[in-house]
Nanobody, 118 residues
């Protein structure tokens, strides 16, 4: 499975962005997909994940109510809609495919930069 993250950019606080994670590989539909982020000088942290079926989703407390994860199996793409962005959301965002129930991700995409100005 190969993953390609896109959609990052520069936005003002209160604004929105939608990240996309496009996958190739016929087994992509078998995997959960997670979004993670890493800010300068900080550890990578979990943001959101969605099950292979698209039925289950989980979110970090810091983004609950502001971010929404979804997947379009026909397009082999997972989205992260980010609303009401805050400066503390600034980070490089990565998508990964794996097993949500054991919090293990096997395949990682390159990052996309999100910068939120105050």
């Amino acid at each position: 499975v190969q993953l390609q993250a896109s959609g990052g950019g520069l936005v003002q606080a209160g604004g929105f962005l939608r990240l996309s994670c496009a996958a190739s590989g016929r087994t992509f539909s078998n995997y959960a997909v997670g979004w993670f982020r890493q800010a300068p000088g900080k550890e990578r942290e979990f943001v959101a994940a969605i099950s292979w079926s698209g039925i289950y989703a989980s979110y970090a407390d810091s983004v609950k109510g502001r971010f929404t994860i979804s997947r379009d199996s026909a397009k082999s793409t997972v989205y992260l809609q980010m609303d009401t962005l805050k400066p503390e959301d600034t980070a490089v965002y990565y998508c990964a495919a794996g097993r949500m129930e054991v919090d293990t991700y096997y395949y990682w995409g390159q990052g996309t930069q999100v910068t939120v100005s105050s």
